[in-house]
């Protein structure tokens, strides 16, 4: 081969040209562009969903720590996301949240009414079970069975026991 076909090899194999290097320039111009685009929109979501996350928290009453408020987003640690998130959904932090308080409150008032209507039916049946025995106990001996059978009768339902903490055997 003669010096001046190896001198246009070596500046075929030199690489693209000047033309296509630009065209391919300006399409990863136009790449970087359109990701640069991207970006700045999914830091916008990310960042309203950040801020809506720290706004339920601190109506939860979950600490949030100053990092995770913060508005550079790639200065928020993911470790300190994590423990916000396992606070808020932790179970001793719905205690403090305004409904759970009510539930608590509505079952606490179903159950002191049941137990209100347990002691108001134990006492009309005290009742009931005095005024039958002055109406048939004409001896001391009819007012003690009287008196007895009242008394296991109260003890079977276990109401007294339990609210007032009386004993059915200093009774007798």
Request: aromatic letters at 2%; hydrophobic letters at 40%; a negative charge.
């Amino acid at each position: 081969m003669s010096s001046s076909s190896k001198a246009s090899a070596k500046h075929k194999d030199k690489g693209p040209k000047k033309e296509e290097l630009i065209k391919a320039n300006a399409e990863l111009s136009l790449d970087v562009e359109k990701l640069s685009a991207e970006n700045q929109r999914l830091k916008a979501i990310l960042s309203a969903v950040i801020d809506k996350f720290v706004e339920n928290s601190k109506i939860k009453g979950v600490v949030v720590p100053p990092e995770v408020d913060n508005p550079d987003l790639s200065e928020i640690p993911v470790e300190s996301m994590v423990d916000v998130t396992e606070r808020l959904t932790a179970e001793s932090h719905k205690s403090s949240t305004l409904e759970f308080r009510m539930e608590e409150l509505e079952t606490r008032v179903t159950h002191l009414n049941m137990e209100l209507a347990k002691m108001v039916r134990l006492r009309i049946g005290l009742e009931n079970g005095l005024d039958d025995m002055m109406d048939s106990c004409h001896t001391v001996d009819a007012f003690q069975a009287h008196t007895r059978d009242l008394l296991t009768d109260i003890s079977k339902s276990a109401v007294i026991e339990g609210m007032i903490g009386l004993q059915v055997d200093n009774l007798v």
